[in-house]
């Protein structure tokens, strides 16, 4: 399986303002400084070697997430305004002219995972199908009043594709495409939110977004701990620092690095991805936090490997 990463910020896009990107192209030649850069070659190498938030940026987009699994049918989860690129990927691969199948798994409506979707071109294409699961009963009707008059000029009705809603159980293990399957579990969220533990070939991908966990509640016997048991990567909203998310921002409906440390930690999982980045960070202020976390988990079980990443649109990983 390949896990690819199309959003990833939270609760809104986020994108680079001039001053950033200006910023990035300053600190680029000040380290350039006193090197050889005659070649293209040495110019790559020199670009490889600057720090992420000098050569790139964690990026804007919100949530979507992509299972590449081998099949010919495409699995996603959440449609944020990420899945506008992957939509247009796929047609510049294979044209307009040749249908395709997409499941789609929805965490939950809110704006942020929905707001991709009017955007999403393969959508308007008669012959593709798109079937959308979730939960929560409102689906359809969320997906229709946010593409409806007076907020967008088509209306989700005229859609050319096939859209098929398919509700889910929690608890209940799918088979869905390609071999996987998928059991989904509620979440601590305004509204409720859906997690998915998601199995294929023995690998397990978990997608847990939009969640809180009170961090007091964390022991063994936590359901998370075995809905995320020795998963090969764990997808976990670190909105917040721990700090934020039991004062200020309690009862918002996010986690925070050092709770998907522990949890992680406690179920076992081997590579901790943390996601749904709060748009006021920039791009040093989540290497800072990404530097931090992997310190706090080698401190809070030096002898567990556990890999930690965080997400950035883009980013693809080998599962
Ligand atoms: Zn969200
Ligand atoms: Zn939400």
């Given at each position: 399986?390949?896990?690819?990463?199309?959003?990833?910020?939270?609760?809104?896009?986020?994108?680079?303002?001039?001053?950033?990107?200006?910023?990035?192209?300053?600190d680029a030649l000040v380290a350039a400084r006193g090197e050889n850069l005659g070649s293209d070659q040495a110019i790559d190498g020199f670009i490889d070697?600057?720090?992420?938030?000098?050569?790139?940026?964690?990026?804007?987009?919100?949530?979507?997430?992509?299972?590449?699994?081998?099949?010919?049918?495409?699995?996603?989860?959440?449609?944020?305004s990420g899945v506008r690129e992957f939509g247009n990927g796929v047609l510049g691969k294979y044209g307009p002219g040749q249908p395709r199948r997409y499941h789609v798994f929805m965490s939950h409506l809110h704006w942020d995972h929905i707001m991709g979707f009017p955007f999403f071109t393969p959508a308007y294409i008669p012959g593709n199908v798109i079937r959308i699961y979730g939960s929560?009963?409102?689906?359809?009707?969320?997906?229709?009043r946010q593409q409806s008059n007076p907020t967008f000029p088509v209306d989700f009705k005229t859609l050319g594709a096939t859209i098929e809603f398919v509700e889910l159980e929690p608890g209940r293990t799918y088979d869905v495409v390609g071999g996987v399957s998928v059991r989904s579990f509620v979440q601590n969220h305004?509204?409720?939110?859906?997690?998915?533990?998601?199995?294929?070939?023995?690998?397990?991908v978990v997608y847990s977004t939009d969640s809180e966990h009170?961090?007091?509640?964390?022991?063994?016997?936590?359901?998370?701990?075995?809905?995320?048991?020795?998963a090969d990567l764990l997808i976990f909203d670190a909105m917040y620092s721990l700090a934020d998310?039991?004062?200020?921002?309690?009862?918002?409906?996010?986690?925070?690095?050092?709770?998907?440390?522990?949890?992680a930690q406690l179920a076992g999982a081997k590579h901790l991805v943390m996601f749904h980045h709060e748009p006021i960070h920039d791009?040093?202020?989540?290497?800072?936090?990404?530097?931090?976390?992997?310190?706090?988990?080698?401190?809070?079980?030096?002898?567990?490997?556990?890999?930690?990443?965080?997400a950035y649109d883009g980013l693809e990983i080998p599962v």
């Open positions: 399986m390949l896990v690819r990463f199309w959003g990833t910020r939270g609760s809104l896009p986020a994108s680079l303002n001039y001053r950033a990107v200006r910023a990035k192209i300053r070697r600057l720090p992420f938030p000098v050569r790139g940026t964690y990026g804007g987009n919100s949530s979507c997430v992509e299972l590449v699994t081998g099949s010919d049918e495409y699995l996603l989860c959440d449609l944020g929560h009963k409102v689906m359809r009707e969320a997906l229709e305004a509204g409720n939110s859906y997690g998915f533990r998601f199995s294929h070939q023995n690998k397990i009170k961090y007091e509640t964390l022991d063994r016997t936590y359901p998370f701990v075995d809905h995320f048991r020795d998310q039991i004062s200020v921002k309690e009862d918002w409906g996010h986690s925070s690095n050092i709770v998907g440390v522990e949890l791009d040093h202020m989540l290497e800072r936090i990404l530097a931090e976390t992997r310190r706090y988990a080698e401190i809070n079980d030096p002898e567990r490997k556990l890999t930690i990443t965080s």
